[in-house]
């Protein structure tokens, strides 16, 4: 009986979609993605927790421009 229970478990939490997932841990940004930073000083990675990490710094004389939704220094 407690492996059905266990089974019953597993299979609702893989029927919830993964966007609900991070959802519900707080993500701030979708896995994958690319932002300039607020200050434009480089740009943002998000990784696969929905975490926005460092992703660089733009070069002197360059701020971060996102160019067809992804972030280029120029």
Same mark, same amino acid.
């Given at each position: 009986?407690?492996?059905?229970?266990?089974?019953?478990?597993?299979?609702?939490?893989?029927?919830?979609?993964?966007?609900?997932?991070?959802?519900?841990?707080?993500?701030?940004?979708?896995?994958?993605?690319?932002?300039?930073?607020?200050?434009?000083? #480089?740009?943002?990675?998000?990784?696969?927790? #929905?975490?926005?990490?460092?992703?660089?710094?733009?070069?002197?004389?360059?701020?971060?421009?996102?160019?067809?939704?992804?972030?280029?220094?120029?």
């Amino acid at each position: 009986m407690k492996f059905f229970a266990v089974l019953a478990l597993a299979a609702t939490a893989l029927a919830i979609p993964a966007s609900d997932n991070l959802a519900a841990r707080g993500a701030q940004c979708t896995p994958a993605t690319y932002a300039c930073k607020s200050d434009n000083s #480089g740009w943002l990675v998000c990784n696969v927790d #929905g975490t926005w990490l460092d992703g660089g710094v733009c070069p002197k004389k360059t701020t971060c421009k996102p160019i067809n939704s992804l972030p280029y220094c120029v």
